[in-house]
């Protein structure tokens, strides 16, 4: 007999023992290598949204100096309103103000001038401004400040975050979205693209 010749299956066209030993083995190591892989990706992916979420900025809304009056036909505010930002600076996009139904807000800045919105920050540290509300009866001595702030990380991922003072009487609350990444920045009048 034939060291070589296994009957029907020829060395010569099916190849040896050692010869299908290291196809089995490169076919192993093939699998566990892109197993392997696949977990790594799983890793770095893991890592990655938590660094995102690490160095994503939240915004807090602060008032002071608030006076509140209550007469029989008007309800009005004035308050010191200040953004802080938690975390990293980041870059402000745009500061868009959602108006009230029940009345009329007016905002101005540090130097007196009115602010119109949206308007634009480009490197934000701690901005205040003064807020005033004028309101009817209609308002039931009731009205929101609501602030929405489009930002980016420093990666440059887009988020948006909405802030809101609620005024009933004479008690005042803050409430705070949470923050939610946007896969583009809004269509923004032309005067503020950046």
């Known amino acids: 007999m034939d060291i070589n010749n296994f009957g029907p299956f020829n060395s010569d066209v ?25 977990e790594q990706k799983r890793a770095t992916d893991i890592e990655h949204e938590r660094y ?3 160095i994503k900025p939240t915004f807090k809304l602060s008032h002071y100096d608030t006076k509140i009056t209550i007469a029989e036909n008007k309800y009005e505010i004035e308050s010191k309103i200040e953004l802080s930002c938690t975390r990293t600076v980041p870059k402000i996009l745009q500061v868009s103000f959602i108006q009230s139904k029940t009345g009329k807000w007016r905002f101005t800045g540090k130097d007196g001038n009115k602010i119109h919105f949206p308007f634009e920050i480009k490197d934000f540290i701690h901005g205040q401004i003064r807020g005033s509300f004028s309101g009817d009866d209609k308002c039931n001595n009731r009205t929101g400040c609501t602030f929405q ?9 887009i ?3 909405f802030l ?13 979205s949470t923050t939610f990444k946007l896969d583009k920045l809004p269509l923004l009048p032309e005067r503020y693209k950046l």
Do not use: P
């Open 14 to 38: 099916w190849g040896t023992v050692s010869d299908w030993t290291m196809v089995i083995m490169t076919g192993l190591t093939a699998y566990f290598l892109i197993k392997t892989f696949r």
């Open 52 to 54: 995102v979420d690490q």
């Open 149 to 157: 702030i489009i930002f980016s990380d420093q990666l440059g991922n």
């Open 159 to 161: 988020y948006c975050q």
């Open 164 to 176: 809101e003072l609620e005024f009933i009487g004479q008690d005042i609350q803050t409430n705070y």
